[in-house]
């Protein structure tokens, strides 16, 4: 069975400080990855997508950057946060990029002060 | 404006009672899907909906496709507590996207 893990699972990070949040996908090879972001009670927003290591797509740009480094890793860094990154980014794979289900990590709450 | 948009930003049934979520979409589509989102966690697909279906089931669950309306609904028979939580519906588009509505917040009352 496949499994996606985050980390971490939250952070308090300070205004202008790097941030880096990972995702490991266990069980399933040549996962589809996404990173999405959730402000607190709102809607999910698709940051980024990967089909292949090394090759990472922006679809929304939020001062954020995304690697591939591994076929089952997917990170998500910023070489200094702002205030508006606060919120709930979420890691999800699929089995094809065209409209097939997406499966979630758990999350990593960010709050930056 | 959103691609997909659930019609209710809230909902509040006593358990037992049966509730319909709504969504509307504003593009051509080749399927549909609904998720939920328990508090504090990632989301979990229920139902995926293609555009030559017009009705699925899950359990609890059925969702209904119009694409001549453009619109979608999930309806939850026999609600139970652990039903609470936000439901959205998405929609696939270009690139691999797949946008998310607005999100209907689900609260079961015992």
């Known amino acids: 069975a496949q499994t996606i893990h985050q980390w971490p699972v939250a952070e308090i990070k300070a205004v202008g400080s790097p941030l880096s949040l990972g995702c490991t996908i266990k069980?399933?090879?040549?996962?589809?990855l996404y990173w999405y972001w959730q402000a607190t009670g709102g809607t999910l927003q698709q940051l980024f997508y990967?089909?292949?290591?090394?090759?990472v797509e922006s679809v929304v740009q939020l001062n954020l950057s995304a690697s591939r480094p591994k076929d089952d890793q997917f990170i998500l860094s910023t070489e200094k946060l702002l205030l508006s990154h606060s919120g709930f980014y979420l890691c999800?794979?699929?089995?094809?990029?065209?409209?097939?289900?997406?499966?979630f990590g758990e999350g990593s709450r960010l709050i930056v002060v | 404006s959103q691609l997909a948009e659930e019609n209710s930003w809230a909902l509040s049934v006593h358990e037992g009672e049966s509730v319909t979520v709504n969504c509307s979409y504003k593009?051509?589509?080749?399927?549909l899907q609904w998720y939920r989102q328990k508090s504090g966690k990632g989301p979990a697909q229920l139902i995926l909906?293609?555009?030559?279906?017009r009705e699925k089931r899950n359990g609890r669950l059925r969702a209904t496709l119009d694409t001549s309306s453009q619109s979608s609904s999930l309806s939850i028979t026999a609600t139970r507590c652990e039903d609470t939580a936000v439901y959205f519906c998405?929609?696939?588009?270009?690139?691999?996207?797949?946008?998310f509505g607005g999100g209907t917040r689900l609260t079961v009352r015992p």
């Open positions: 909906i293609r555009s030559n279906e």
């Open positions: 998405a929609t696939p588009h270009a690139g691999a996207k797949l946008t």
């Open positions: 593009t051509s589509i080749t399927a």
């Open positions: 069980g399933k090879s040549s996962p589809n």
């Open positions: 990967s089909i292949t290591v090394g090759q």
């Open positions: 999800a794979w699929s089995r094809t990029v065209s409209g097939n289900t997406l499966y």
